[in-house]
Nanobody
Framework: VQLTESGGGKVQAGGSLRLSCAASGPSASNYGMGWFRQAPGKEREFVAAITWNGGSTEYADSVKGRFTISRDNAKNTVYLQMNSLKPEDTAAYYC???????????????????WGQGTQVTVSS
């Protein structure tokens, strides 16, 4: 499975961005998907996750109510809509695939088998 993120960029605080993650591979639409981020000098952290059918989502407390994860299995693409961005959202954002995900999206990075290269999001104050 190959994952390719896009949509990152620079935005002012309060602005919005939509990240996309295109997945290749015959079974990509069957995988749980997640978004993670890593700011300079910090560990990579969970942002949001979604089950294979989009029926269940999970968010980090820091983004709940501002970010929305969704997917279009016909396009093998997962999205992260980010609204009301804050300077502390500045990070490299990575999408990842959870091959064995079941009915519930998982937060822990240990469950994710494939990772994209990341896309940078910079929010200025």
């Amino acid at each position: 499975v190959q994952l390719t993120e896009s949509g990152g960029g620079k935005v002012q605080a309060g602005g919005s961005l939509r990240l996309s993650c295109a997945a290749s591979g015959p079974s990509a639409s069957n995988y749980g998907m997640g978004w993670f981020r890593q700011a300079p000098g910090k560990e990579r952290e969970f942002v949001a996750a979604i089950t294979w059918n989009g029926g269940s989502t999970e968010y980090a407390d820091s983004v709940k109510g501002r970010f929305t994860i969704s997917r279009d299995n016909a396009k093998n693409t997962v999205y992260l809509q980010m609204n009301s961005l804050k300077p502390e959202d500045t990070a490299a954002y990575y999408c990842a695939a959870d091959v064995a995900a079941g009915l519930y999206p998982r937060r822990s990075q240990q469950y994710y088998n494939y990772w994209g290269q990341g896309t940078q999001v910079t929010v200025s104050s």
